[in-house]
């Protein structure tokens, strides 16, 4: 018997099993994948990179780590964040309590956890820790006649290791979130003819990566606990001064020269971060809509393309942003074909390639699909969770996840959730939101000493409630988007993520934590 049992070795499941062996427990993570690194260890596509700049992409529990790692890239590639988080697990010791190819499928509470694996092996534990990643589940491909295809095909979610040769071939991307955004300038440097399988435009930006200097990692070295420190006070948990004006309150000129200074920036909140109603008021995110569609005239010659590529659909941010390298530009390529499959949807895909529904016929040799992820609930449903009560989490969030704080579930007594539904960890720059959650679920085992705690249905309630309110007030739900569960056929619309911000999140959970973990029963 351990006293926990975490699920996944990701950024999450890593930082989890250090901090718990630092309370003196006994602890045992399961991971389905073949290596640690979780989101780094699955997505090896072309062009995978993060979206928050290296040196706010990591770790911050450990000023010796800091001081020892250097990163190249302002925006490194996968392989290097892979490297980071194996360096993190042999430099904690992290590996012997870990047990890779080994899936969790069940687990059920009866006084302590009882886990089962896809090999029938049984565990237990007093504590279950899921730290299963919000996007670890990739939506199945959801296109008729995949069976037939004589060509090779990938989900950029599952990527082959030994990579994927792309030399002359005539090549098919299905999808154009940050996956496909990333992928479809490096898959065209390489492909002998690219067509790009266009539903929906996304709002994209410049990340002007680049080589990080000698200097400039010595500085942020030089004063990276201030550094953190002002990441945590943030909204996003990406450090930069917050914003004090509405984007209304500036004459046209001057907001212009604001938005230019933020996309010139390479960084997600360059422009969102730049007024303070560009996420609550359509007037003012209109403003920077335009300004980046804009700038989408300006990159793609065509301008039929340019239109094609422009999102109408919904609210700049209400969708995460993509950083790019190159993409609009890609589209001005004679080698690249831009098709609307809004206008005209995928029918099937055929032995020889892909059909739609008006008859047009694309011949390719390879398909990616860049489809996405069944996101923050995927992975949790996906594992037969039954609590004190027998009933299953699967069923008690048939219409809409129900969490306390994102942390816990009513009826799920040791149970806890990193990254949950209810927390803000998708909206932010995750590995703030991730520390943080570990953390918060350490020191809560620390002061359980062994006892069971589970959140009472009251401040479930009120916390679901809560989150729904502070969403709605927002123009998050204005998006079809995985953010709402929209991205998946039959999933119930509902706006999951907290967008309360990681510092307002912090303080509540604290207050929770301070008032002897109000809101849950201890016994
Ligand atoms: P994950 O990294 O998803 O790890 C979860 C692990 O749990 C996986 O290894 C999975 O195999 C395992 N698992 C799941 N279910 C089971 C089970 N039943 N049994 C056993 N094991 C299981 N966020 C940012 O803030 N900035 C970024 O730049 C950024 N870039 C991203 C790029 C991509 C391509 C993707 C897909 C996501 C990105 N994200 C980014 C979000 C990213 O998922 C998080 O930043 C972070 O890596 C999540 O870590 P995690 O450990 O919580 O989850
Ligand atoms: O997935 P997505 P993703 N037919 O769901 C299309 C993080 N991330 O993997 O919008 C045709 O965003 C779908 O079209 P539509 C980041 O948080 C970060 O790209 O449904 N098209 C859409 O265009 C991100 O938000 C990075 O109309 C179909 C696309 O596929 C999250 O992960 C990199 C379709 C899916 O976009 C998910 O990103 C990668 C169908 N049947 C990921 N089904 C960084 O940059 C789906 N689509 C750090």
Partial sequence: MYDAIIVGAGLSGLYALHRLRGLGLRAKVFEAAGGVGGTWHWNRYPGARCDVESVDYSYSFSPELEQEWDWTEKFPGQPEILAYLEHVADRFDLRRDILLGTRVVAARFDGGWHVTTETGERVSAR???????????????????LASFRGEWHHTGRWPHEGVDFTGRRVGVVGTGSSGIQSIPVIAEQAGHLTVFQRTPNFSLPAYNGPLAPETRRAVKAAYGLRRSLARQTHSGIPAEPAVQSALEVGHEERLARYQTGWERGSLVGILGAYTDLLIDR??????AEFVRSKIRELVEDPADAELLSPRDHPFGTKRPCLDSGYFETFNRDDVTLVDVREDPI?????????????????????????????????????????????SLRETWEAGPRTYLGLAAAGFPNLFTVTGPGSPSVLSNMVVSIEQHVDWIADCLAFLEGRTIEATEAAQEAWTAHVRDVGAATLYPAADSWYMGANVPGKPRVFMPYA????????????????????????
């Fill in 127 to 145: 504590y279950l820790v899921m730290a299963t990643g919000c996007l670890s589940v990739p939506k199945p491909v959801e296109v008729d006649g």
């Fill in 283 to 288: 007037a003012a995110n209109d403003t920077a």
């Fill in 347 to 391: 029918a099937e895909i055929t032995a020889n390639g892909l059909r739609t529904t008006g008859g047009s016929e694309y011949e390719l040799d390879t398909l990616v699909f860049a489809t996405g992820f069944d996101a923050m609930t995927g992975a949790l449903t996906a594992v037969d969770i039954r609590g004190a009560h027998g009933r």
């Fill in 500 to 523: 309360g911000g990681v510092a307002l999140y912090r303080q509540l959970c604290d207050e929770v934590a301070a008032k002897g973990y109000e809101g849950f029963a201890i016994t």
